[in-house]
């Protein structure tokens, strides 16, 4: 009994390790054998291709032949799904989806994975498996356990099913529109390729199936099996031989190893370690098999791609007595007759072809060039950098063939250097990616223009240095702008920069993608409650009495607060992060679609008529540094922080119309909910009790430009009427307020209260620390009283038992 029990585990564990080889040897399979199979192109029509910048910040975006982005990302990873659909990676989830020329296609939400595209459905992972399309929809909901890739019209999918003897995977088929068109009853199953899939049935038996479920290929108990062309398998015995089948089961070739298929052709070989060039269509070699060099092998890197592969031969060479052996490796370069079309022997390594060129690699001396498919080299036109040019990677796709190398350029030494040129596959550079002396990352043309950063390198220098803990070189200490300082640490927090929709939407309080929130592919800025200017605009505010009426010149757009919170309540986020915050409305530029501008009123209290000495803007920027706890968007924010203040447009009093105005850039660091605050606002107090609050939230803006959208502002401020309102319906009592506190937000009658209960809370924190500084005495009294009572006694006692042991004392 004992030992059939043994017996039973031990077929248990030899069929849970064919299982796990199947697994294993299928994906690889499909690789190695069906990659260059597929009809469709390695890269998009509209080519565009991935780099990542490093200044300071880094930059991953997708970029055109000519050097323009299409699109850019801060902190996240690009990821190319076929089918022209690009993925945009944060830790690894998928966050969003773009097509191929860097448009958005869908924003996804958390925790999602995308897998390739195939027949324009992709895998999803999030909570099961299930298949969405190119706008991110889901269209097969699933949830599946397993679900593979759609390959000619139909996708593996199936369900682990438990069992005495652990369990095992059922699996079938389904096409675009879910309908199981193969059974799950497979134990295992590869995806179809030339009409045929390769399944697994129970007693390790694997055969090929069609689409009508006939078992074209009888089941048999293999290693593997691999369908490699129309009609063609290679199919590996328990004797770890491989043999070429038809589509019926019927052996047409045989060797020790048939591999590296493509095509239409593969590579075999022989015990003797010999190879030869097999004819996948009529089963016939094309080229016997043929000797490596004495005492070495061959090695085919890969199969064939636009009818050429490559051949590595390597022989050990013997060195004198006590040097150790090296290796001598040869490329060879042959066509689809097996003909030697180039050779070297300086040749090391060599990528596949990719439009009609290849790049080998020579050695860390002479590093990388491009050969056509004459073997000839193809010429760099790196210009004066073309002596430098070093090892090429295989590619600037991640993860797949493209028709783009990078090349890291090399130093006067003519060691591999930091700095990198991207070339085409004819030769020609796209771009260079160099490295400045200050230690951030450049991307230029090959004439040597800036594509990224063009502007703010001195500041990016500065913050690269301080982000290493070292000191700024004083050359770009003194060329940096301190309010672009500011202005980039503030990008750096808010974490992404993609473009005029991010502007929108942070203005609007939303999260700062530029991806719509609903699926029907509409952005902010083609949703529905925009006014076009010119218009008239009523404004709205609680209390307000009379009105306030916008006159919106042309050029501009209006969308009221009913609209932005409608859209914040449909993100949850956005809304939790504005709750209790009022509601306003936006003005979007078009001619400068950089910014966008809130637009609110505000219950400020009756504005005292301002004294000359007032105005000045050097002392009302130092109140305001002192008493401001807020933005003019939040006046009841509370907390201690620090404000610097500069002036765009001073604090000017119309004495005909009793109104202020004034604009600034305000820089609040330390608010109540830990975060920053940067801004050009401008302010006009009207009506007494009432302010009108242009403000811009996020200032990405060199000074001059700065300046200019202060302006405009002010002319949009102007344009504001105020009417009086009717008899008897004045607004509630009206609060005095004098010039600075208005300005700054708050008085410093409040900054004292606030002092003032600062100070309670720091009383009432002294009291509760000496109230436990009583109790903790106490209780350690109560702990060494009894303690040193019983070690007197102890003493004592002890003192006695030794009187007793001497016996009474005698008289003397």
């Given at each position: ?666 820089l609040v660091l330390g608010r109540a909910k830990g975060s920053s605050a940067s801004g050009i606002s401008v302010v006009q107090a009207v009506q007494g009790n009432f302010s009108l609050v242009l403000n811009v939230p996020a200032n990405r803006m060199q000074a001059a430009q700065g300046m200019e959208v202060a302006q405009r502002l002010q002319a949009l401020a102007d344009a504001v009427v105020f009417a009086p309102a009717a008899a008897g319906k004045e607004s509630e009592a009206e609060v005095p307020r004098d010039l600075a506190s208005l300005i700054a937000g708050h008085k410093p009658a409040e900054v004292a209260e606030f002092e003032a209960r600062v100070g309670e809370v720091l009383e009432r924190d002294w009291q509760q620390r000496a109230e436990r500084l009583r109790h903790l005495l106490w209780r350690a009294a109560a702990t060494l009283v009894p303690l040193l009572l019983l070690l007197s006694a102890g003493i004592s006692r002890q003192r006695w038992r030794r009187r007793e042991a001497r016996g009474p004392r005698r008289p003397t």
């Open positions: 009994m004992n030992l059939s029990a043994a017996s039973i585990n031990r077929c248990r564990l030899q069929r849970l390790r064919r299982l796990a080889w199947l697994a294993l040897a299928m994906p690889v399979a499909a690789l190695a054998f069906g990659e260059s199979d597929d009809e469709k192109p390695p890269v998009p029509a509209d080519t565009l291709i991935p780099v990542c910048v490093s200044a300071w910040q880094k930059m991953c975006g997708l970029i055109d032949g000519q050097g323009r982005w299409a699109a850019q990302f801060m902190d996240r990873q690009l990821k190319y799904l076929d089918e022209g659909v690009w993925a945009v990676l944060h830790n690894g989830w998928t966050e969003q989806l773009l097509d191929a020329r860097g448009q958005p296609l869908a924003r996804l939400r958390a925790n999602s994975r995308v897998e390739l595209f195939s027949g324009g459905l992709a895998v999803l992972e999030r909570s099961g498996r299930s298949y969405l399309n190119r706008r991110g929809e889901p269209v097969l909901a699933g949830p599946y356990e397993v679900a593979g890739d759609f390959h000619e019209g139909l996708a593996m999918v199936g369900k682990f099913v438990r069992g005495q003897d652990g369990g095992h995977y059922s699996l079938g088929f389904i096409d675009a529109q879910g309908r199981e068109v193969v059974a799950q009853r497979y134990r295992g199953a590869s995806a179809f390729r030339h009409g045929l899939a390769v399944v697994e049935l129970d007693g390790e038996r694997m055969g090929a199936i069609d689409r009508r479920q006939q078992m074209l290929v009888p089941a048999a108990k293999r290693l593997s099996l691999e369908v490699v062309a129309p009609e063609r398998l290679l199919s590996r015995g328990s004797d770890e031989r491989t043999e070429l089948i038809d589509g019926r089961g019927r052996s047409l070739f045989g060797a020790q190893s048939i591999h590296a298929a493509g095509e239409g052709l593969a590579f075999f070989s022989n015990a003797d370690q010999h190879l030869g060039l097999l004819d996948l269509r009529t089963g016939r070699p094309v080229v016997k098999a043929f000797a490596a060099a004495r005492g070495g092998g061959w090695q085919v890197l890969h199969p064939f791609a636009e009818g050429r592969a490559w051949l590595q031969s390597s022989r050990e060479l013997r060195g004198a007595p006590g040097e150790e052996p090296r290796w001598e490796r040869r490329l060879r370069l042959i066509d689809a007759q097996g003909r030697t079309v180039a050779e070297s022997s300086s040749w090391q390594w060599a990528q596949r072809f990719v439009n009609g060129s290849a790049s080998v690699f020579q050695g860390e001396t002479a590093g990388n060039l491009l050969v056509g498919r004459d073997g000839k080299p193809l010429s760099l036109s790196l210009g004066a950098l073309a002596a430098r040019a070093g090892q090429s990677s295989s590619s600037a796709w991640p993860e797949r063939p493209g028709p783009v190398h990078v090349f890291p350029l090399r130093d006067a030494q003519s060691t591999p250097g930091e700095d990198s040129a991207w070339v085409d596959s004819r030769g020609q550079t796209l771009f260079v990616l160099a490295r400045l002396d200050c230690g951030i990352e450049q991307l230029r043309s090959p004439q040597g223009r800036p594509l990224w950063p063009v502007q703010d390198v001195a500041e990016r220098c500065v913050l690269e240095a301080e982000s290493r803990g070292q000191e700024p070189e004083a050359k770009y200490r003194a060329a940096a702008s301190a309010e672009r300082l500011r202005q980039l640490r503030a990008e750096n927090e808010r974490g992404l920069d993609l473009g005029p929709e991010a502007v929108l939407r942070q203005a609007a309080g939303l999260p700062p993608s530029f991806f719509p929130l609903r699926r029907d592919g509409a952005y902010l800025s083609d949703r529905p409650g925009w006014v076009d200017g010119p218009a008239a605009i009523e404004l709205h505010a609680p209390g307000l009495a009379g009105s306030a009426t916008l006159q919106l010149p042309a050029g501009y757009r209006y969308l009221p607060p009913a609209a932005i919170a409608a859209m914040r309540e449909q993100d949850g986020r956005a809304a939790a992060e504005n709750a209790g915050e009022p509601d306003w409305g936006l003005i979007s530029a078009d001619r400068d679609p950089q910014w966008a501008v809130r637009v609110l009123l505000l219950g400020t209290g009756r504005l005292q008529r301002p004294r000359g000495d007032e105005l000045d803007p050097g002392r009302l920027a130092q109140t305001i540094s002192r008493y401001d706890h807020g933005s003019p968007l939040s006046p009841a924010a509370e907390g201690m922080q620090h404000t610097t203040v500069d002036w765009l447009v001073a604090p000017q009093w119309d004495e005909a119309r009793q109104r202020l105005t004034w604009g600034l850039n305000k």
